[in-house]
């Protein structure tokens, strides 16, 4: 038993000076620093905002004013694609030393949640400023938003760690993951409603997964009920589903991988 309290201890210690490190190393060469958490968000929103009032898009009706539309669900879709981003280059940044040292993959990982999570709570906090700014009221299934993120956070991690196998077997195929993972956005309803009138993105919006796994933390934190719910309890299994098989697989091939790795 205490063998076992010594292990877990120490692998939250390294989980904990992973993350201190990552994060004061992303900021601290920066001027603006931490501020950088709060300007791309609202950068983001007034590029939309003007793209909306001029016309250019129409993202039909969105049942909120569309500024906060836009910088809620480009903050999920953010929270998805950093998940993915997180784990996507964890073989590659960290091979060397989980081959060499025989460190288990399980801290590395541990700690890419944990930075991800912490990056995305402080800017979600200017997101609930600005929902009850434009006059929003949220309900008591707001609580359940960090529930509702958790599938498609799932479903950004396995994709991560899929792609980290990749970049070292097949890096092309990487790359043009990457490239998918942009074009998806615009895919999915995030700057525009799943109601879209555009008669052949509307087909694609309808069978695309992602429409069901960003709208439902949305859904949920603004209105407190779930659209199209059967479809989202599907997408939302079959993500958390494919998390724990890819973890397993990542777990069981990786040290084979890495190998391939080092002797390069």
Same mark, same amino acid.
């Given at each position: ?42 950068? /983001? ?5 003007f793209?909306?009032?001029?016309? &250019? =898009? @129409?993202? +039909?009706?969105?049942? %909120? ?6 910088l ?24 060397r ?11 590395f ?18 997101n ?35 792609? /980290? ?10 790359? &043009? =993951? @990457?490239? +998918?993972?942009?074009? %998806? ?24 997964p ?55």
């Open positions: 038993m205490g063998r076992f309290y010594d292990k877990m201890m120490g692998r939250g210690f390294l989980v904990q000076q992973l993350s201190i490190t990552e994060i004061v190393g992303a900021y601290k060469k920066s001027f603006l620093g931490l501020t950088w958490m709060f300007v791309l968000p609202l950068l /983001a929103v007034v590029i939309w905002v793209l909306n009032g001029a016309g &250019i =898009i @129409d993202p +039909g009706d969105t049942g %909120m004013p569309y500024p906060a539309y836009v809620l669900s480009t903050s999920i879709w953010g929270f998805y694609l950093e998940a993915y981003k997180s784990t996507s280059n964890l073989l590659v940044t960290n091979g030393m989980l081959i060499m040292a025989k460190v288990p993959f399980e801290p990982i541990t700690q890419k949640i944990v930075v991800h999570l912490i990056n995305f709570i402080i800017p979600f906090l200017l609930v400023i600005v929902l009850l700014f434009f006059g929003i009221r949220f309900s008591w299934w707001s609580l359940l938003f960090p529930l509702a993120l958790v599938p498609l956070f799932c479903l950004g991690l396995a994709i991560g760690m899929f792609t /980290a196998i990749l970049r070292i077997i097949a890096v092309d195929l990487g790359t &043009i =993951i @990457d490239e +998918g993972m942009k074009l %998806m956005m615009f895919l999915t309803p995030v700057v525009y409603t799943a109601n879209v009138s555009a008669g052949y993105l509307q087909s694609i919006v309808k069978y695309n992602l429409t069901y796994l960003v709208g439902l933390p949305r859904d949920v934190l603004v209105s407190g009920h779930i659209n199209h719910i059967w479809a989202t309890v599907v997408c939302a299994s079959v993500s958390i589903f494919i998390f724990f098989v890819t973890y397993r697989m990542l777990i069981k091939v990786g040290r084979r991988v890495l190998e391939r790795l080092v002797n390069n």
